[in-house]
Nanobody, 125 residues
Framework: QLQLVESGGGLVQPGGSLSLSCTASEGSFNDYAIGWFRQAPGKEREPVACITRGGAYVNFGDAQRYRQTISRDNANNSVHLRINRLEADDTGVYYC??????????????????WGQGTQVTVSS
């Protein structure tokens, strides 16, 4: 059974950069689309980025999408998200999730069957 683990969160100053990783502790996610979602305090979970099994990707968010890069390394069963020029609004718990609809990306959390536990990102001076 597929299990996902996020890493790389922490406290970052505004304007800094952060790289998050999602790895499979059990199983292989090479056939899955992998999405990143963020949940800020008191808000709903929102899509950040997604990458298909073939490497096609979508960055969500009108402004944020220009500051982030998603990539995957199928040989090492991992997906990475890098966010540059971090802002306070980037604060939240970041989750990675896997969708068996591997060839397409969707911003809808309900389309993803498997979720990691999340990693906290705090942007503050």
């Amino acid at each position: 059974q597929l299990q996902l683990v996020e890493s790389g969160g922490g406290l970052v100053q505004p304007g800094g950069s952060l790289s998050l990783s999602c790895t499979a502790s059990e199983g292989s996610f090479n056939d899955y689309a992998i999405g990143w979602f963020r949940q800020a305090p008191g808000k709903e979970r929102e899509p950040v980025a997604c990458i298909t099994r073939g490497g096609a990707y979508v960055n969500f968010g009108d402004a944020q999408r220009y500051r982030q890069t998603i990539s995957r390394d199928n040989a090492n069963n991992s997906v990475h998200l890098r966010i540059n020029r971090l802002e306070a609004d980037d604060t939240g718990v970041y989750y990675c999730a896997a969708s068996s609809r591997g060839s397409s990306c969707t911003p809808n959390p309900t389309d993803f069957e498997t979720w990691g536990q999340g990693t906290q990102v705090t942007v503050s001076s």
